[in-house]
C-alpha cells in the first residue's frame, strides 16, 4: 500500500509565494509517476502537473506554466509544488496523487492513490 500525504496549504495574500508538500510512502515500487492536482467548490478536479518517478521529469499544464514549478526530493520521497503570483482564483484544495503504470497523467481517473488534500486560500 502507499500512503500520499500533503501539507503546506493557507491563507495567502494574491501576489504571494506558497510551496506545498507531498510524501509519499509504503510500497513504492511500481509507481511510475506522482501529480498534483486541484478542486475548487463547484468544480472538477484540474490537473496542474506531474514528475516522473524514475527519470524524475517535470510536466506542468499550461494554465498554471510560469507560475508553478513541481520539483521532488527523491532522498525524502517528497514532492514539492511552488507556487508564485498566487491569484484569488487559485484558491482550492490542493491533491497529490501517485500512479502506476503507463496510462495519461492528466486525467485524474489514472491515479491509484490520493492524499486527503491541503486547503490552499488566496485573498485579494
Known amino acids: 500500500q502507499v500512503q500520499v500525504v500533503e501539507s503546506g496549504g493557507k491563507l495567502v495574500q494574491a501576489g504571494d509565494s506558497l510551496r506545498l508538500s507531498c510524501i509519499i510512502t509504503g510500497s513504492t515500487a511500481g509507481i511510475t509517476a506522482t501529480g498534483w492536482f486541484r478542486q475548487a467548490p463547484g468544480k472538477e478536479r484540474e490537473f496542474l502537473g506531474r514528475?516522473?518517478?524514475?527519470?524524475?521529469?517535470?510536466y506542468i499544464a499550461d494554465a498554471v506554466k510560469g507560475r508553478f514549478t513541481i520539483s521532488r526530493d527523491t532522498a525524502k520521497n517528497t514532492m514539492y509544488l511552488q507556487m508564485d503570483d498566487l491569484k484569488p482564483e487559485d484558491t482550492a484544495v490542493y491533491l497529490c496523487?501517485?500512479?502506476?503504470?503507463?496510462?495519461?497523467?492528466?486525467?485524474?481517473?489514472?491515479?491509484?492513490?490520493w492524499g486527503q488534500g491541503t486547503q490552499v486560500t488566496v485573498s485579494s
Open positions: 514528475i516522473t518517478w524514475s527519470r524524475v521529469h517535470t
Open positions: 496523487a501517485a500512479k502506476r503504470g503507463i496510462s495519461s497523467s492528466e486525467d485524474p481517473k489514472n491515479y491509484d492513490y
